[in-house]
Every structure is written in structure tokens, then in C-alpha cells.
């Protein structure tokens, strides 16, 4: 069976625990930024969302859970990860948004 995908309304509500991250908008998707940086937005396939994590901890994730973190050619000298949706909770992201507010 497939798994569930999360909603936005989820990954909204955990971005905005964070004080100061603002909701807007980063190539036609939903972003989250801190003091104008991107932070996160869901990427145009709606399957998955990037982090702007650097560098140490992309490549860590990606080797600890690939089925989970990757990047495409556009990420490739960017600091940034994307997670599949489908495999992610909210505490998941809590994680992730944690790692990319500490980054800025």
C-alpha cells in the first residue's frame, strides 16, 4: 500500500512554530524563509520538498536514508536536499526546519 502523503497544511504549521519564518512563494510552490532566506519549498513535482541544509548534512542524509533524501542536476552545487513527501512525518520536518533555521 502506498503511503500518505504530507500535507502542506502539516509542513505549514511546523515552519511557522519557528519564530520569524515567513510563508510565500519560490518558483510558482510554497516557500519558507527566515529574514528573506529560503529556508524550504516544495518542489514543482509535489512529490517532495527541498531544504536548504548545507552541504555536510546533505550528503549525510542522503547516505543514511537514500529511499528518502536526493537531489537532481539543479541541486547538485546547491546546499540544498529534497525529501519524499510520501516518507516524511511531522516530527521529520520539525528536524529538518530545526537544521535549516540553525543554517541561517
Known amino acids: 500500500m502506498a503511503r500518505r502523503k504530507l ?11 519557528f519564530s520569524g519564518v515567513e510563508e ?11 529574514k528573506g ?6 518542489h514543482q513535482d509535489g512529490e517532495s520538498i527541498m531544504f536548504k541544509l548545507g552541504f555536510e548534512a546533505r550528503d549525510h542524509l542522503m547516505r ?11 541541486y547538485r552545487n546547491s546546499p ?3 525529501a519524499r513527501l510520501d516518507r ?8 529538518l526546519f530545526a537544521k535549516a533555521v540553525e543554517g541561517r
Open 7 to 17: 500535507p502542506l497544511t502539516t509542513i505549514r504549521r511546523v515552519a511557522q512554530s
Open 24 to 34: 510565500g512563494t519560490s518558483y510558482g510552490t510554497p516557500a519558507f524563509r527566515l
Open 37 to 42: 532566506r529560503l529556508l524550504a519549498r516544495l
Open 64 to 74: 543514511a536514508d537514500p529511499a528518502t533524501f536526493f537531489i537532481t542536476d539543479h
Open 80 to 82: 540544498a536536499i529534497l
Open 88 to 95: 516524511l512525518s511531522a516530527d521529520d520536518v520539525r528536524k
